[in-house]
């Protein structure tokens, strides 16, 4: 299934999805140490991102969102892409900052189509998802 | 997208590699928002500290200086972590002393503060100052009417080495009005205090579902600067927004009507006791009344803040630690009024840096095994982030809460009856 969106930061990846109907900071839910959410009593705690196609909302918190999100790619513990339903100015240029494929504005409501742990590619330069067909 | 003349040579100039590349950086955020053109700044605020070396290095390198003002967030402090003793302070010393030097070395201005307005540097309404900072962004573009997008550390460092920013998000007048509107049902605030304050901002935060601009309608007008400043800038700790009008409070909302959309797309939103109840709740991570630290000053304190500890310190001596995030100048001020002296001798001590996000006593990567692992404080945003960034054992709840808390080490706090 392919699903067309708006790049914020083009380039391409895969890998399986973890899925977050709500609004996400690097800083403070993300341990950038382990690539797990750390945020005491977050749905999510525990769950680690690294290494996932993370889709969520978007972002929220603080503006140092950016320097953990790059401090987590300097790990090896960062999401390989995000999608996102509209990424806000915080989420946009840390993810540019540090790299990282991402869409927003998916044309359809993303989170009815994508479940935790589906293999999900992204070619954010072209400004599309793909659901499915793994090649792992 | 449009580049001026001497936009496109400042992506030319070899000579000039870190404003080069900030310009890139800039471009590619504003295409990424469809923003038309980039636009000249007021000024421009940084969080140099908080930048990763390798990124401050690149963004910085050939640059000389600004024509405009910079001027910066909080910064480490390894030399006072020192002094106080703690564990791992020499370690963050040499980074911190390089990105100091080269901060100078700009000419810029070493404010050190998330509250700049408190050292009369604030934007005139409709000035446009990037910055870092989420809780500066929301009070400058709310209590001042500045023109602020949302913007991280990194990016910031860009707009103020080249004194530009993209004209996107709130820089729009189309864009400053409220999308969601909140008005309280059956509390009462006249007896409220600025905690009270945090927490709605905290609950406001929570309910809005992305980058929205809200107002709050409803509250008694012209609300003390401590308290509206409390409410908005809770709100983009829980959620993303980054300008709340306070009806009859500031600037741009003397009426509801002058900041509303006035359509059927504004969503209104009644905030009751349960919802209140549910969010002082949620900002109390602990689970026992053993408390080792108490952080104050989150944002960094005002004058009137500094005045209200030291009366509830009065002569007593504290158990715990106590940090009070202020600025140099209203430190200074609280140490005319003889305040930080009432303060110091209780126990407490001041850091003008940040008591949440980089908590020298809570957070184990400076304080090593001396660290607080519980501690309390009377900001949402500050209880969020010892709790999730530090992972303390956190206490919210009043001025008198957390003063009594530091007297006896103990939490009796209870929540409101609201």
New interface residues.
């Given amino acids: 299934m392919v699903i067309r969106a708006h790049?914020?930061?083009g380039g391409k990846a895969e890998g399986e999805a973890v899925v977050y109907q709500g609004?996400f900071s690097f800083?403070?839910?993300l341990d950038p140490a382990t690539g797990r959410i750390?945020?005491?009593?977050h749905p999510l705690e525990g769950v680690s991102v690294a290494g996932k196609v993370f889709v969520f909302?978007?972002?929220?918190?603080?503006?140092?969102?950016?320097?953990a999100l790059?401090?987590a790619k300097?790990k090896g513990n960062a999401p390989v892409g995000i999608v996102c339903?509209?990424?806000?100015?915080?989420l946009?240029?840390?993810v540019?900052?540090a790299g990282i494929p991402t869409v927003d504005r998916p044309e359809i409501n993303i989170f009815e189509r994508i479940k935790t742990g589906d293999w999900v590619r992204i070619d954010a330069t072209e400004g599309v998802i793909r659901i499915g067909g793994a090649s792992r | 997208m449009y580049l001026s003349e001497e936009e496109k040579r400042m992506l030319d100039d070899n000579r000039c590699p870190g404003r080069r590349r900030a310009l890139e950086?800039l471009v590619?955020?504003a295409e990424?928002?469809d923003a038309e053109r980039l636009v000249p700044v007021s000024y421009a605020h940084v969080?140099y500290d908080?930048?990763?070396e390798d990124?401050w290095n690149s963004m910085t390198e050939g640059v000389h200086g600004t024509p405009h003002r910079v001027t910066t967030h909080p910064s480490f402090s390894p030399e006072i972590w020192e002094q106080w003793g703690l564990p791992h302070a020499e370690a963050w010393r040499g980074e911190h002393e390089r990105k100091l030097k080269k901060f100078m070395a700009l000419g810029w201005l070493r404010t050190e503060t998330c509250a700049e307005y408190l050292l009369g540097i604030f934007p005139h309404k409709g000035d446009i100052v990037p910055m870092?900072?989420?809780c500066m962004?929301i009070a400058n573009n709310s209590l001042f009417g500045a023109r602020v997008?949302?913007?991280?550390?990194?990016?910031?460092l860009a707009a103020a080495v080249c004194g530009r920013t993209p004209l996107?998000?709130l820089l729009l007048p189309e864009n400053r009005r409220a999308d969601y509107v909140f008005e309280l049902e059956d509390v009462d605030v006249t007896d409220w205090t600025p905690s009270h304050y945090h927490c709605l901002g905290y609950c406001i935060?929570n309910r809005v579902?992305?980058?929205r601009v809200v107002a709050v309608n409803g509250l008694p007008p012209n609300l003390p600067f401590d308290a509206a400043r409390a409410l908005v800038i809770s709100m983009?700790?829980?959620?993303?927004i980054a300008l709340a009008h306070v009806v009859g409070t500031t600037p741009e909302a003397p009426t509801l009507s002058a900041v509303s959309r006035g359509d059927a797309s504004v969503n209104l939103i009644k905030i009751g006791k349960k919802d209140l109840q549910t969010t002082w709740e949620?900002l109390n991570?602990q689970d026992t009344d053993r408390v080792e630290h108490v952080a104050l000053g989150c944002p960094h304190a005002t004058i009137d803040e500094i005045g209200r500890i030291s009366a509830l310190l009065g002569g007593r001596k504290i158990k715990t630690s106590l940090l009070i995030g202020a600025s140099a100048p209203v430190e200074a001020l609280a140490r005319r009024q003889g305040w930080a002296e009432t303060i110091e001798k209780a126990g407490g001590r001041f850091l003008p840096a940040c008591p949440s996000?980089g908590n020298p006593f809570t957070r184990g990567d400076i304080s090593g095994d001396k660290r607080a692992k519980s501690a309390a404080t009377n900001s949402a945003r500050c209880a969020?982030?010892l709790?999730?960034?530090s992972?303390a054992k956190v206490f919210f709840g009043t001025d008198e809460d957390c003063i009594n808390a530091a007297v006896t080490g103990r939490w009796k706090g209870e929540p409101p009856t609201w």
């Fill in positions: 790049r914020i930061c609004l800083l403070g839910d750390c945020l005491p009593r909302v978007t972002g929220k918190g603080s503006g140092g969102s950016d320097v790059w401090a300097k339903r509209e990424s806000e100015p915080v946009s240029g840390g540019i900052a | 950086l590619r955020l990424s928002h969080a908080f930048c990763p990124f870092a900072g989420s962004q997008d949302r913007m991280g550390t990194l990016p910031s996107m998000g935060g579902p992305g980058y983009p700790t829980s959620g993303t949620m991570f996000i969020h982030y709790s999730s960034v992972g």
